[in-house]
Each structure stands twice: as structure tokens, then as C-alpha cells.
Nanobody, 124 residues
Framework: QELLVESGGGSVQPGGSLRLSCATSEDYVYSRNCLGWFRQAPGNEREGVAY?????????HYSDSVKGRFTISQDNSKNTIYLEMNNLKPEDTATYYCAAKYGRCRTWADFTYWGQGTQVTVSS
């Protein structure tokens, strides 16, 4: 049983938009923890995209490559986070993974729980 389930990937032309979702049925994975998005393109290392702390003082954090184009958000009534991706570029093509770790975010390291990934392809 997957604790984190992603959805919303697909193919889009450059300049287009997609929204990814990540849901968990387990409150101990979601509440007062750090949830984030990572991506990995073929031949590349996995890189952090965005993360947010689900609790008071949860300020979103983004990698420089997506800042201003991607937005991470949350719906606590659904134990779900989203990644709104706008102005997509071919270099955004990758498998996107949702991840969670206990406590506050601080760094990209030490995420404990991972989803199965969803493919995003940006191509004309």
C-alpha cells in the first residue's frame, strides 16, 4: 500500500501548465510534517523542486529552477498537496515524486516516505 499517491502528470507543450496532486490517507504522514516534490530526469540525479511544512509557519520553499513558475499548496481537509506548474519548459520533463518526512523541512534531505512517481513530459 502506497502511503503517498501522486496524480496529474501528462504531456504538455512548452509554455503550458499542469497540476500534480499528492494524497495520503494517513494523518501521521501528513500533519505537522514536511511534504515536498522532487523530480528525476533520465540520466540525472533526483532534485528537489518544492517543499512545505504542514503546520503553523509553513512557508513554501522552491528550487531556483522553478521559482516563479511552480506553486506548492495544500488542502488539509483532504491530506493533499499540489504542485501547480506554469510556463513549463522542456527541461521540466521528468518523473515527479511526492515525499514526506517527519517534522519541519529545513533541507532537501532525509525524506522518509515516497510516492510512486508521475511522468511529466514537456515537448512540442
Amino acid at each position: 500500500q502506497e502511503l503517498l499517491v501522486e496524480s496529474g502528470g501528462g504531456s504538455v507543450q512548452p509554455g503550458g501548465s499542469l497540476r500534480l496532486s499528492c494524497a495520503t490517507s494517513e494523518d501521521y504522514v501528513y500533519s505537522r510534517n514536511c511534504l515536498g516534490w522532487f523530480r528525476q530526469a533520465p540520466g540525472n540525479e533526483r532534485e528537489g523542486v518544492a517543499y512545505i511544512y504542514i503546520g503553523n509557519g509553513g512557508t513554501p520553499h522552491y528550487s531556483d529552477s522553478v521559482k516563479g513558475r511552480f506553486t506548492i499548496s495544500q488542502d488539509n481537509s483532504k491530506n493533499t498537496i499540489y504542485l501547480e506548474m506554469n510556463n513549463l519548459k522542456p527541461e521540466d520533463t521528468a518523473t515527479y515524486y511526492c515525499a514526506a518526512k517527519y517534522g519541519r523541512c529545513r533541507t532537501w534531505a532525509d525524506f522518509t516516505y515516497w510516492g510512486q512517481g508521475t511522468q511529466v513530459t514537456v515537448s512540442s
